[in-house]
């Protein structure tokens, strides 16, 4: 089965984004307003892994491993269907913080 969907994970950042509660409209008096987007830049693409993905659906952090990276356990299911099937993926997430 060809998935014509992608999935990927995306880091995004709203640190030069506009700030828009205050903002009522994208238009004022017929000129818009110059709205400055968040930002993202891809982490990591499922396409990489070169395996068919199917259907994912949960995901959640395992055990710390002993380089310090974490576990990250995708998961996939089958709904019931012959044409679909069931995954459990682990991957080795660097974490870093951004705090």
Do not use: C, H, W
Request: no cysteine; proline share 7%; net charge negative.
């Amino acid at each position: 089965m060809v998935n014509p969907i992608s999935s990927a994970f995306t880091d995004a950042s709203t640190q030069d984004a506009t700030d828009v509660p205050e903002i009522d409209a994208t238009y004022d008096g017929g000129s818009p307003i110059v709205l400055t987007p968040v930002s993202k830049r891809l982490v990591f693409a499922f396409d990489d892994l070169g395996i068919p993905i199917d259907n994912i659906e949960g995901m959640t952090f395992g055990p710390n491993l002993p380089d310090g990276r974490r576990t990250l356990v995708i998961v996939s299911d089958n709904n019931f269907s012959a044409g679909q099937f069931t995954q459990f993926i682990a991957l080795a997430a660097g974490i870093e913080s951004t705090v």
